[in-house]
């Protein structure tokens, strides 16, 4: 399957009041940078103040919510579920697909607790079907605003509770990992000057 037949858009899907791309990823391209977890500047909180003009990467980025290659129903978007899905190839252990999904938990980190989201039956369970089919899975924790978040490999957690259909061992995993990840330092990101 080539990837113009994986990555096509869901046809009468629109990314709505969901800005969650606009805050929450790294955009270093020649045209805009940003850092993870700051709005964009253009970003009005309800959508793009420069949309028609926005820039190339923006214009040819989408969040697999608004693909037709994983089955998420209107209760994925992003900015109602608390994640938002990508693919991912990165960081792959040996002996997996050589293509996962990253499941990138959005908002500020939260030291002591952990979004609801974590625990959202929906996310658990499809992450527990991917551990399953052996298909790699990330869990992206936030961190602080302008800091890289932390990319935890799922697999080996969860793959106990998957194969016991144990929702809460499931669960447990996320949270541990989640624990783990927010309490890790990570580097925050500068973009150097054009020279
Ligand atoms: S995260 Fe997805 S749904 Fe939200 S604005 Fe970006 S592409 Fe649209
Ligand atoms: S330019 Fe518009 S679409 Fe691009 S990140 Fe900023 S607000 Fe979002």
Known sequence: MSNDTIFQLRPGRSCGAC????????????ELKKPPGVRCPSCTGKGCAVYEAR??????YHCLWRMTLLDLGEEWRPDRSGVMVVPEERDIPPGFEPFGYRFDL???PSVGLWPAALTW???V???ATAVELNIPVFLGVPAPPGHTGRKMFMNYAMVAGAKAHNLQQLRDALIAAYQEGVHTPSPEIVFAEAV
């Open 19 to 30: 800005t969650a791309c606009c805050i929450e990823p790294t955009i270093d391209s020649p």
């Open 55 to 60: 820039p190339a990467v923006c214009r040819e």
């Open 125 to 127: 369970i499809l992450m």
């Open 106 to 108: 959005i908002g500020p």
């Open 121 to 123: 039956d929906p996310l």
